[in-house]
């Protein structure tokens, strides 16, 4: 998520023993009513996440989420977050490949859903949770009870997976531009292999992760050069090997093509 400092946007650190599963907590606070609608986007990263919210209905991509517990699935697209009026909401952001390891099923169940604790048997972290978490004076009091409540469900002979740890940083680092069969011989594994591994624990193929990550670089590209480069440089930067690949991409996974976005981007920060 963005800074989003006109809606009271606040990261919480997470116990040190849970750092390996999540990014941080996220407090989104606007207590007083107003008439004004807030649109933000968020892109996809891989992360998975659980969100409460304590006041007005909030939408995700025009989805009605009232006050209770959601469980947010890794993204391959971005969507968007609308509130209104007072806004209240806590969240918990995991590290991509790590919500499995709370959330005890294959992520690919979830990619693309948003649903409730209760849906997938984790009612200890919905209802009760919540109402929890509600009536805590501070922020402080809430990210210890969070804290306290994914330490009782973590395994104590819990170890993170360096195979997928391994992968996600080497795709990370060439911005999604390699093949991906150089990283099935890096991790002495098969395309199938690797293919499975990344459903269960990340919830996306390596390949749609791959294509995140270049659209993610290539957005970057499109906020920083200047206004008169052209999408056909930007596409060959980014790794793409035209301007028609490169917009059929960027709209897959973004909603708009690369030229709206950039002129989006002049406006304000998307």
């Given at each position: 998520?963005?800074t989003l400092a006109?809606?009271?946007?606040?990261?919480?650190?997470?116990?040190?023993?849970?750092?390996?599963?999540v990014?941080?907590?996220?407090?989104?606070?606007?207590?007083?009513?107003?008439?004004?609608?807030?649109?933000?986007?968020?892109?996809?990263?891989?992360?998975?996440?659980?969100?409460?919210?304590?006041?007005?209905p909030?939408?995700?991509?025009?989805?009605?989420v009232?006050?209770?517990?959601?469980?947010?699935?890794?993204?391959?697209?971005?969507?968007?977050?609308t509130?209104?009026?007072?806004?209240?909401t806590?969240g918990?952001?995991?590290?991509?490949?790590s919500?499995?390891?709370i959330?005890?099923?294959?992520?690919?169940?979830?990619?693309d859903?948003?649903?409730?604790?209760?849906?997938?048997?984790?009612?200890?972290?919905?209802?009760?949770l919540?109402?929890?978490?509600a009536?805590?004076?501070?922020?402080?009091?809430?990210?210890?009870?969070?804290?306290?409540?994914?330490?009782?469900?973590?395994?104590?002979?819990?170890?993170?997976?360096?195979r997928?740890?391994?992968?996600?940083?080497?795709?990370?680092?060439?911005?999604?531009?390699?093949?991906?069969?150089?990283?099935?011989?890096?991790?002495?594994?098969?395309?199938?292999?690797?293919?499975?591994?990344?459903?269960?624990y990340?919830?996306?193929?390596p390949?749609?992760?791959?294509?995140?990550?270049q659209?993610?670089?290539?957005?970057?590209?499109?906020?920083?050069?200047?206004?008169?480069?052209?999408?056909?440089?930007?596409?060959?930067?980014?790794?793409?090997?035209?301007?028609?690949?490169?917009?059929?991409?960027?709209?897959?996974?973004?909603?708009?093509?690369?030229?709206?976005?950039?002129?989006?981007?002049?406006?304000?920060?998307?």
């Amino acid at each position: 998520m963005q800074t989003l400092a006109h809606l009271g946007f606040k990261r919480y650190a997470p116990h040190p023993k849970l750092q390996s599963l999540v990014q941080c907590y996220w407090r989104i606070n606007v207590p007083q009513n107003h008439d004004r609608k807030f649109r933000e986007f968020m892109h996809p990263e891989g992360g998975t996440g659980i969100i409460y919210n304590f006041a007005d209905p909030i939408y995700l991509n025009n989805q009605l989420v009232s006050q209770e517990a959601i469980i947010t699935g890794p993204t391959s697209k971005t969507n968007a977050f609308t509130v209104t009026g007072k806004i209240d909401t806590l969240g918990i952001r995991f590290h991509p490949g790590s919500g499995h390891d709370i959330l005890s099923l294959p992520l690919s169940e979830l990619l693309d859903e948003t649903i409730t604790p209760q849906q997938i048997a984790m009612d200890s972290l919905g209802g009760t949770l919540q109402e929890q978490l509600a009536i805590q004076e501070s922020d402080h009091k809430r990210v210890e009870l969070l804290d306290n409540q994914l330490l009782s469900l973590l395994n104590d002979y819990y170890q993170p997976d360096n195979r997928l740890n391994t992968a996600l940083s080497w795709i990370k680092q060439h911005q999604g531009q390699k093949p991906i069969t150089k990283l099935t011989h890096i991790l002495n594994l098969s395309q199938r292999q690797l293919d499975r591994h990344f459903k269960i624990y990340l919830g996306l193929l390596p390949k749609q992760f791959s294509r995140i990550q270049q659209v993610t670089f290539a957005r970057n590209i499109l906020k920083t050069v200047p206004q008169q480069t052209s999408l056909t440089d930007i596409a060959y930067q980014a790794g793409f090997y035209d301007q028609a690949h490169f917009i059929h991409q960027f709209k897959q996974v973004v909603g708009i093509t690369p030229g709206a976005y950039r002129n989006k981007a002049i406006k304000t920060q998307i």
